[in-house]
């Protein structure tokens, strides 16, 4: 089947491997001022209000976005952005998903974990990835085709082939009280066969663990694309890989994958298969 031809934006991009790495170093420079931001409000944070039942908002989510926002417009004025806080803007093949606290539960209870996440997409193709977690004093960046990183040290997947061996990660729907494909039947079977799971609330952060070695297999839906876009393209430049629940090849825009060090891969689409022949049927 052809393939679908690249605009020619797209072509200069991917062949001039200096503007990967101006986009690179603009997105890393804008998570980190956000993260300087965001910190002044860390085990501070005053008011916090609600977006559903378990979703909570900050104004520190609202400030971290905007300062994403206007860095990345005025850097780049032909992207789109998509953000989780404020409308779409601007026009452009090329998308920047920003998440400006992935992890504002985390954040608003004073735990450690959470991140600003920033991803640079064509389509469903990831060209740059960068989440910073300012709490961690840690950094996790990467770009097609140049590598994944920690603090500027390379990152790789883990070697890992044994699922009784394996440290995991997931997450659960904000509906989970009410839906029951709520997670909770993939969790189960994985703490039967996995030497440990484990849930700290960041997915962004869970998929740079899977592309940094610690964890060997993070699953999760129900999120969104700027949960999602930074760390699993981190996952792949660190030698990872990504599908679908179904084991088919992923878009992380949809805001649901596996995510594993690959040689484990084949194990975690099986167990979520078996697992969820046991779901009860949804009654919605």
Known sequence: ?????????????????????????????????????????????????????????????????????????REFPEHRIIGEENAESGEGELVWYVDPIDGTTNFAHGHFFFGVSIALYHGSQGLVGVVHAPALGVTWKAAKGIGAFRNDEPCAVSTRDQLEEALCATGFPYDRWSNPDNNHAELALFLQRARGIRRCGAASIDLCLVADGTYDIYWEQGLNAWDMCAGALLVQEAGGQLSTYEGDVADPRTGKLIASNGVLHEAAVRTIGEARNKLPPNES
Not at 58 to 65: V, W
Request: net charge positive; no cysteine.
């Open 1 to 73: 089947m052809a393939q679908p031809r690249k605009s020619a934006k797209m072509q200069d991009f991917m062949a001039i491997t200096e503007d990967g790495r101006r986009a690179l170093e603009v997105a890393e420079r804008v998570a980190l001022q956000a993260g300087e931001l965001v910190m002044k409000g860390w085990r501070s944070v005053g008011k916090i209000s609600r977006k559903g039942r378990f979703d909570l908002l900050t104004e520190y989510d609202l400030q971290s976005e905007q300062l994403i926002r206007e860095h990345l417009s």
